[in-house]
């Protein structure tokens, strides 16, 4: 069972759609971290939120962290192919990093 | 800066094996992690250390074990390697937040 819940697990639209995906839990974390990661290399971190409800924009990517710090959403304007990838959160609990299983985004020209 | 270097990038082991995994991070972040990723799965945690001579286990710890003898280095020893090892081996450091991973080693057991 995964501590961190992703969904959804696979998400394939076209270029120019907008996107949202989920990431839940039941434990409170004190930061959450969301990473893209592309085949064969390492999760490359977006961004971090920290406060409970804090919204997070990074140009097309808005991120926000639930107001009881134990979920977060990820919203993607205007997806652009260069925009595929696995998308994987991750929650600090004290010194303990847990990862969501992913949602893999496939954006089609 | 490198930032987290690991290696070697590929192996194949067979049963019974054993080997050490490398990571050296430049950054100088006292907190230093050891995941492993399985096929179309998420990272899962496998030991950390919140800096040099302290480690701890994360979510799957068996069958591996962990030194972090100084603030750049630390390492992940498989002793007996089981099919069951066979994935993607990343190593992390991070400050307060941010973690930053190394490339990556896929290890294969036969």
């Known amino acids: 069972t995964q501590l961190l819940e992703q969904s959804p697990q696979f998400l394939s639209i076209q270029e120019g759609e907008n996107l949202t995906v989920y990431c839940n839990s039941s434990s409170v974390f004190s930061s959450l971290q969301w990473y893209r990661q592309e085949p064969g290399e390492g999760p490359v971190l977006l961004v971090t939120v920290v406060t409970g409800g804090e919204v997070k924009k990074l140009k097309r990517l808005t991120f926000q962290f639930g107001d009881a710090r134990k979920d977060s959403s990820l919203h993607i304007t205007a997806a652009q192919p260069g925009d595929t990838g696995l998308y994987l959160c991750?929650?600090?609990?004290?010194?303990?990093?847990?990862f969501g299983a992913g949602t893999r985004l496939t954006v089609k020209p | 800066n490198a930032g987290v270097t690991q290696t070697p990038k590929f192996r194949i082991l067979k049963i019974g094996q054993s080997m050490t995994l490398q990571c050296t991070q430049d950054m100088n972040h006292n907190y230093m992690y050891w995941y492993r990723q399985d096929p179309g799965m998420g990272l899962k945690l496998i030991y950390y250390s919140v800096g040099a001579g302290i480690t701890d286990k994360g979510e799957v710890p068996n069958g591996y074990n962990v030194s972090r003898s100084t603030t750049e280095d630390f390492p992940l020893r498989l002793e007996l390697a089981a099919p069951s090892q066979t994935s993607v081996y990343f190593c992390?450091?991070?400050?307060?937040?941010?973690?930053?991973f190394g490339p990556g080693t896929r290890l294969t057991v036969t």
């Open positions: 992390a450091s991070s400050g307060v937040y941010e973690q930053y």
């Open positions: 991750a929650g600090r609990s004290n010194n303990d990093m847990r």
